[in-house]
């Protein structure tokens, strides 16, 4: 998939709904943009499509109209297949569904007058083309990012288990924000610097454009213009892939002839398997300490803390003996010297500069979760009563009343860098970003199932969250816009993908089983493999940013934890625990860089070095 797509073996279909009744008003500058794309596309020292494999469908009155050019396009494309759509983007009930409003729609009448995302997913997943290209310039586009990957949806579904490597999809807006369309311009405010882009081409890039320049060059324009800002799903490295020609390259090195565009840039990185540290149970978190030379570990009925130079270890215990339930999370604080562990029945915060040391017991309940603020000063727990903040000096919380409260389970949470702010997740698929000194919720963004992983950039800009829709994704601090979202595509060669596991604790059901995990009783829940639609195979369950501020790395119910570039949101690298029954638990890195930690149910740490020609 290297080079200029093939013109004859590539198809590109652009569908756009500029006239509508009703309630919808008309969009003139829809028809602008088909027939100005159009022309870009077929242009020889851009594209070089082929009238005839280009097709524009306007102002379609039925789903048909709309379906049957791409299923036609699907059929024969087989280098590249490209479907852009401009119009009415309406909302639905499911929270990752978005329809697509054909001409006369209204919006009392979506569901028999437009078209689902899902549908084009689904023809587009039955074609042989190996770049897949989706341009949707709409309002709540945003939502195409993640419904493609796991809505309730079963066109979506089955274009999920396509498993489409080389897809890329851009949207113009945010999963609840409109598009612009602005009065008087000739196009719409994103396909206008598309075709800008398209057109002038990118000074100081070479020859040929890729799908990342394309779509960080359209951003960059819009946020200089203080425009909607665009969202992208990436698939592995399909931003890579070439596009087309740039026109800003100079004539003189065209005149060389046409050539490969040259490798994607070389991080460096390659992580270095160190060790792998054995534990009786079930790890379900891994956190470095400040110095880097320890690693705190929650461990079945257990806390620890192991000195990476050697095996010497601190565990924490209910006196002599091990605590009655499992200890659910750890977190150390900035001077090295507490760590807090979350318990069902209690929450504690141990000096680990004692020999034996003695808790002290924060609240009058367990917590699921904890973290300290950056100063120190405040612990942080969440649970079922939902996230509470703590004044760890006084034993008393920080407000007299829940001042976070969900209404769901709360399964992550974290502080900002400047410990202003705190982030939280929970079961019912939101985040939230709250103010520490006054309890006011400053913005809330949403996956379509449960939040059980959340983390800030170094930073502090950026947060991301893990999700159960097998996504992870990256968000402005300032203003909540999803600026990247990475998925665990479905691999049924990685270990216990379909392979059934039976625990020794209990007579294995009917269904074949594939996870187990204790849940907040102590006891065990079966998940059973699906029959048709493996996506749960890929849920999210931690995320973690690298100290530089340029790697995100997510941990996975598929058994990998995996890191990624920010910038291009390409996968970097994958790890694999073997034998896990329900995967990666946490991931880490010491805050010096230079090494890597994954957790997992496996009972396994594996501890990685970092080789990377970059300044860490």
Not at 337 to 343: G, I, P
Not at 583 to 589: L, Q
């Amino acid at each position: 998939m290297k080079g200029l797509p093939d013109p004859a073996a590539s198809r590109a279909v652009l569908i756009g709904t500029s006239h509508y009744s009703g309630s919808l008003p008309d969009l003139p500058a829809v028809a602008s943009n088909l027939e100005v794309l159009a022309e870009v596309l077929c242009s020889p020292d851009v594209l070089g499509l082929p009238e005839q494999n280009c097709v524009v469908v306007a102002d379609p009155e039925t789903p048909a109209q709309m379906v049957a050019p791409i299923a036609d396009a699907a059929d024969e494309a087989t280098d590249t297949l490209l479907v852009y759509y401009a119009g009415h983007g309406l909302l639905a009930r499911h929270p990752t569904e978005l329809h697509l409003a054909l001409r006369g729609s209204d919006q009392q009448r979506a569901s028999y007058t437009a078209v689902p995302y899902g549908v084009v997913g689904e023809e587009m997943a039955r074609t042989r083309a190996e770049r897949h290209v989706v341009v949707l310039d709409c309002c709540y586009s945003g939502r195409a990012l993640g419904g493609w990957m796991g809505s309730g949806d079963p066109a979506t579904a089955l274009a999920d288990e396509a498993a489409i490597e080389g897809t890329y999809v851009i949207a113009a807006a945010g999963e609840t924000k409109t598009a612009l369309a602005v009065p008087g311009e000739r196009h719409t405010a994103f396909t206008a610097e598309l075709l800008a882009t398209l057109q002038h081409g990118i000074p100081g890039e070479g020859p040929y454009l890729s799908l990342d320049s394309i779509y960080q060059e359209v951003a960059a324009t819009l946020r200089v213009k203080k425009r909607p800002l665009p969202q992208r799903r990436t698939r592995n490295t399909a931003g890579q892939l070439i596009l087309a020609r740039n026109r800003a390259f100079a004539e003189s090195a065209e005149a060389n002839g046409p050539a490969e565009p040259p490798p994607p840039p070389s991080h460096g990185l390659e992580p270095t398997h160190l060790r792998t540290l054995a534990k009786s149970d079930f790890v379900n978190t891994v956190v470095f300490t400040p110095d880097s030379a320890h690693l705190a570990v929650a461990c079945g009925k257990t806390a620890q803390v192991l000195r990476l130079a050697g095996q010497e270890t601190v565990s924490l215990r209910d006196g002599n003996r091990l605590f009655a339930s499992h200890v659910r999370d750890v977190a150390v604080a900035s001077d090295g010297q507490r760590l807090a562990t979350a318990h069902d029945q209690r929450t504690l915060i141990w000096d680990i500069r004692q020999k034996e040391p003695r808790p002290v017991r924060i609240g009058s309940t367990g917590a699921g979760h904890v973290a300290f603020s950056p100063d120190g000063r405040l612990l942080a727990t969440a649970g079922s009563d939902g996230a509470r903040i703590w004044d760890i000096a006084a034993g008393t919380p920080l407000f007299p009343l829940r001042a976070f409260p969900h209404g769901h389970y709360v399964t992550g949470l974290a502080f900002s860098p400047d410990g202003s702010l705190l982030a939280t997740g929970d079961l019912a698929g939101t985040a939230h970003i709250w103010n520490v000194a006054t309890g006011a919720e400053i913005l809330t963004v949403t996956h379509s199932d449960r939040v059980p992983a959340i983390a800030f950039s170094p930073d502090g800009s950026l947060f991301a969250t893990g999700g159960r829709d097998r996504s992870a994704r990256v968000w402005t601090t300032a203003t909540g816009d999803n600026v990247l979202t990475v998925v665990h595509h479905w691999d049924p060669d990685l270990p216990h993908a379909h392979s059934p596991y039976q625990d020794p604790r209990r007579p294995l059901p009917d269904k074949p089983v594939y996870a187990t995990y204790g849940d907040l009783k102590g006891g065990l829940v079966y998940e059973f493999a699906p029959d048709t639609a493996p996506g749960n195979n890929g849920r999210v369950t931690a995320v973690a940013f690298s100290p530089d501020g340029r790697l995100l790395a997510t941990g996975s119910e598929d058994n990998t934890a995996r890191l990624w570039d920010l910038r291009t949101g390409a996968q970097l690298h994958q790890v694999v625990h073997r034998g896990a029954p329900n995967g990666v638990s946490s991931v880490a890195f010491s805050p010096d860089g230079r090494l890597f930690a994954t957790a997992s149910h496996d009972k396994t740490i594996q501890l990685w070095r970092l080789k990377a020609d970059r300044s860490t």
